[in-house]
């Protein structure tokens, strides 16, 4: 079964610290993609990347960054973790050019405190 | 104004009725259109693909009005564990700033009560 893989499901952060956020697909996608959902404002994008080393700023970059070494990996950074990035962060990848749809991970709850 | 709007419910369905509701898109040119189901804390696994012929899947009817900009879904017969967030999702045409890159509703949610 293919699979998007995220390195923990939930997470404890004081606020200042450095957050990574590991993602991991196992399908040869070349489109991988950050988001975090909040209630009542639904899935918005961060960062994407649709080629190894190649990223590109979402709808919300402020405050993340992001690092694609590997095709098959794509990372989300908090340089300093704040309250208000207290959220569910999802990962999904896809392939093409969006026409078939998104795999996701299954999210890591992140409170930031 | 948002790309993808939905109507958040929620729409309260008795079991075994008929719900439909829909999602309005502002791009002329989007190209692809989805609609995903989200359980509670958990993450969004397509349902189906929509496409313009409108399609089936079982008790999923899916249908795409191009010149009115929306999508609908109908969900006959519903059951117990059509209880959840139906997302609304569309492609954009291929642009150096939306290349692969999908636009989320932010969900209508549904509830199939006893």
């Known amino acids: 079964d293919v699979k998007v893989t995220q390195s923990s499901r939930y997470l404890v952060k004081r606020t200042g610290e450095k957050v990574f956020l590991e993602c991991v697909q196992d399908m040869d996608h070349e489109n991988m993609f950050w988001y975090r959902q909040d209630p009542g404002l639904g899935l918005r994008l961060i960062y994407f990347s649709y080629d190894v080393k190649m990223k590109e700023k979402g709808d919300i970059p402020e405050g993340y960054s992001v690092s694609r070494e590997k095709k098959e990996r794509f990372s989300l950074i908090l340089e300093s973790a704040s309250t208000n990035q207290t959220s569910m962060y999802l990962c999904?990848?896809?392939?093409?050019?969006?026409?078939?749809?998104?795999?996701f991970g299954s999210g890591t709850r992140l409170t930031v405190v | 104004r948002k790309e993808v709007e939905q109507d958040p419910g929620p729409f309260n369905v008795p079991e075994g009725a008929t719900v439909a509701f829909n999602c309005t898109y502002s791009?002329?040119?989007?190209?692809?259109f989805f609609w995903y189901r989200q359980d509670c804390r958990k993450e969004p696994k397509l349902l189906m693909s929509v496409y313009s012929s409108g399609n089936e899947d079982g008790r999923f009817t899916a249908q795409l009005n191009r010149a009115s900009q929306y999508i609908s879904l109908l969900i006959r017969d519903s059951k117990l564990s059509d209880s959840a967030t139906y997302l609304c999702?569309?492609?954009?045409?291929?642009?150096?700033?939306?290349?692969?890159?999908?636009?989320f509703g932010a969900g209508t949610q549904v509830v199939v009560t006893p």
């Open positions: 791009n002329s040119a989007s190209q692809s």
């Open positions: 999702v569309v492609n954009n045409r291929r642009t150096t700033d939306s290349w692969g890159k999908l636009q």
């Open positions: 999904a990848s896809s392939r093409g050019q969006g026409g078939y749809g998104y795999t």
